[in-house]
């Protein structure tokens, strides 16, 4: 018989792993599906540009997309080129691992004026997403207010400060590098709902902040005043522990006088962004814990800010009529296989952030794809065979649809196209952020 056929949606690390426990298996032919023309999901498109040694894992997943048994399909998107339904004609079984591309809300008002945008959008506009608009951000703001600590909320600071000559260095599209010189931001403000203790960053990727040149940052000594309760669980945890060292040594040092202020807060929540026509401001209430609760304390305080970035997360967004469990807010699964009323859906296995939610680094997903492809292999022979099992037929399908899909050798045309940008600004890339610029590049003559 031949071999098992996977479709694998989405071609970020969850996929990509996920394409590789398959390949290694031996016998399953994998076809990596992407809405996008590029490949490497989020650490093409959410790695910040200037985080060069985390963004060079795409070597390793370049290497498993051109295993033999591997084959790229970008500019496909499942739900819209091609029903999930119609996949089972041509494939055994289907991997998601489209991610948790969608923002939470704050629910407070004033989140939708000009100005205040979720971190999502900024992080898409800076890496050149091709669904960003490219002239989304101006950056003329002068006092900016990013909401959450986490690791997203760390990087969107820190770009905003970053002087833009070193961002030069890095892979930003030129049309964001021009923007980020002409920045008139000189305050940045993140805040956070509860105190240091629970903020969620990492200590490497905080001990960053304080490294920026051309920027002081400024933490105030009594946010870090702890209770019993808070200190036992900092003691207990070792990267509470060193992002506490961090932050205390922050809150000693006296403001250079650089040119911007990036500034860290603790037990503030948010109450309201302010402004009629745009963003003028940020309302947010004092807080403190209350027998493990968090509640407001009625004091209020006010941050003048035109540009507000929301950094508190993403959410799933099941691809494809997937199911999602309210609860978890994650597509229901037993080790990766998609249940339905507690049920599995024949065929049908989710790995990644649609799995998991929103957490962990890029490594964390290797074992969570390989746990998903364990169970896919134990299931094989329960599968029903997908009735077509010539491998082009499905990209017949598509060329019949006009759908544009950019293969391997399409993704190494935008690969040298953005490598000979790179050289024109002595670097080693320049990405390619409009989409018909992307597939131009990729598909050359057959461009229509
Ligand atoms: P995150 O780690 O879950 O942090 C979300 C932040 O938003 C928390 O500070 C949270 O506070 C806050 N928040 C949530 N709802 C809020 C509300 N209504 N009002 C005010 N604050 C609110 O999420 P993330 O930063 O988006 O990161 C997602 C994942 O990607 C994480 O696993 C992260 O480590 C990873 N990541 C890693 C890197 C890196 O390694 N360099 C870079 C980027 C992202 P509470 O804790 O109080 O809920």
């Known amino acids: 018989m031949s071999g098992l056929r996977v479709a694998v949606i989405g071609s970020g690390p969850a996929g990509v792993y996920a394409a590789a426990a398959l390949s290694r298996a031996g016998n399953v032919e994998v076809d990596v599906l992407d809405r996008l023309p590029a490949p490497y999901g989020l650490v093409r498109y959410g790695v910040a540009p200037d985080h060069v040694k985390m963004k060079s894992v795409d070597v390793a997943l370049r290497r498993i997309l051109e295993d033999p048994a591997v084959r790229f399909l970008g500019n496909v998107e499942v739900g819209a080129d091609i029903a999930r339904d119609e996949l089972m004609t041509y494939y055994d079984a289907v991997v998601f691992a489209t991610g948790a591309a969608v923002d939470r809300r704050l629910g407070v008002p004033g989140e939708d004026l000009p100005g205040s945008f979720s971190a999502t959008e900024f992080v898409a506009w800076y890496s050149g997403h091709p669904d960003a608009e490219l002239d989304l951000f101006t950056l003329q703001a002068t006092h900016a207010v990013v909401i959450g600590v986490g690791n997203v909320a760390v990087d969107v600071a820190r770009v905003l400060t970053k002087k833009a000559d070193v961002m030069a260095g890095t892979d930003v599209p030129g049309h964001v590098l021009d923007v980020l010189a002409a920045s008139a931001v000189t305050e940045v403000t993140m805040l956070g709902r509860r105190g ?253």
């Open 196 to 448: 240091p203790a629970y903020a969620r960053f990492t200590t490497k990727e905080l001990r960053e902040l304080g490294e920026i040149s051309g920027s002081d940052i400024i933490v105030d000594p009594a946010d870090l005043e702890l209770t019993e309760q808070e200190e036992a669980d900092v003691a207990a945890d070792r990267t509470l522990r060193a992002n506490l060292e961090v932050l205390r040594e922050w809150s000693t040092r006296t403001p250079e006088g650089r040119p911007r202020r990036l500034r860290i807060k603790f037990w503030l929540r948010p109450v309201e962004v302010l402004g009629s026509a745009a963003v003028t401001g940020f309302r947010a209430e004092r807080t403190r814990l209350e027998n493990g609760r968090l509640v407001g304390t009625g004091s209020i305080l006010d941050f003048p800010a035109q540009l507000v970035l929301r950094s508190v997360g993403y959410r799933v967004v099941p691809p494809a009529g997937l199911p999602l469990d309210p609860e978890t807010g994650t597509v229901p699964h037993d080790g990766g296989r998609v249940l339905l009323d507690g049920a599995p859906m024949p065929g049908l296995y989710v790995a990644g952030w649609l799995k998991r939610g929103p957490t962990g680094i890029i490594g964390t997903n290797k074992p969570d794809a390989t746990e998903t492809v364990t169970a896919l292999l134990a299931d094989a022979d329960r599968l029903p065979r997908a009735p077509e099992r010539d491998p082009d037929a499905i990209v017949e399908l598509l060329r019949e649809r006009k759908v544009r899909a950019v293969d391997w050798s399409g993704w190494e045309a935008i690969d040298a196209a953005e490598r000979a940008l790179g050289a024109a600004r002595d670097c080693a890339r320049v990405k390619i952020a409009d989409r018909e610029t992307l597939l131009r590049a990729a598909l050359g003559d057959e461009f229509g």
